[in-house]
T-cell receptor, first 116, second 111 residues
Framework: KAGVTQTPRYLIKTRGQQVTLSCSPI?????VSWYQQTPGQGLQFLFEYFSETQRNKGNFPGRFSGRQFSNSRSEMNVSTLELGDSALYLCASSPRASGSRTGELFFGEGSRLTVL | KNEVEQSPQNLTAQEGEFITINCSYS?????LHWLQQHPGGGIVSLFMLSSGKKKHGRLIATINIQEKHSSLHITASHPRDSAVYIC?????????????FGKGTHLIIQP
């Protein structure tokens, strides 16, 4: 069974640009969640999608958005990039929604974004 | 909002030692996750538990719901166990704010 696939793995952008990151979950998983990891803040929850609906959203500005398609693939978008958006962005898929007692997480390798 | 505290932040031990990493949280949860992250970024889910104890190989995870506390134990530690171990919780009642993470425990096992 293929794992969670994130693309691109590495990217460099400049301030003010926007970026779209993609996450393909494990086949059959309907929940996809996104996280930001920085050296200063550690891991922080961005949002979670389940069956194309956003279920949860973390404390991030509106520049961070996401969506999920009918095949459960998900994208996240960051507009008007700032230097502080440089981070490792991780997605995880799960057969169950968060809050479920059976929702084990399977993480992708992450997309490392550098904003210059 | 749940607060998650891990201890210790850093731990260096000799190969073969018994390792314990602790995690405390502030409000009720539906599940607690133990994650392992090696240099380079990849995260692996070690355990997800909501009560009792789970064992996988040399790893054991326990949770005490009343005490709001969980521990991750590594028996017969090995240099390949060197990694960052992260505790994360899903708040009960639907998890409106998703997962909350601890800051991680950086473990180094010396040969």
């Amino acid at each position: 069974k293929a794992g969670v696939t994130q693309t691109p793995r590495y990217l460099i952008k400049t301030r003010g640009q926007q970026v779209t990151l993609s996450c393909s979950p494990i086949s059959g998983h309907r929940s996809v969640s996104w996280y930001q990891q920085t050296p200063g803040q550690g891991l922080q929850f961005l949002f979670e999608y389940f069956s194309e609906t956003q279920r949860n959203k973390g404390n991030f500005p509106g520049r961070f958005s996401g969506r999920q398609f009918s095949n459960s693939r998900s994208e996240m978008n960051v507009s008007t990039l700032e230097l502080g958006d440089s981070a490792l962005y991780l997605c995880a898929s799960s057969p169950r929604a968060s809050g479920s007692r059976t929702g084990e997480l399977f993480f992708g390798e992450g997309s490392r974004l550098t904003v210059l | 909002k749940n607060e998650v505290e891990q201890s210790p932040q850093n731990l260096t031990a000799q190969e073969g030692e018994f390792i314990t990493i602790n995690c405390s949280y502030s409000v009720g949860i539906s599940a607690l996750h133990w994650l392992q992250q090696h240099p380079g970024g990849g995260i692996v889910s070690l355990f997800m538990l909501s009560s009792g104890k789970k064992k996988h190989g040399r790893l054991i995870a326990t949770i005490n719901i009343q005490e709001k506390h969980s521990s991750l134990h590594i028996t017969a530690s090995h240099p390949r166990d060197s990694a960052v171990y992260i505790c994360a919780v899903s708040s009960s009642g639907g998890g409106a704010d998703g997962l909350t993470f601890g800051k991680g425990t950086h473990l180094i096992i010396q040969p």
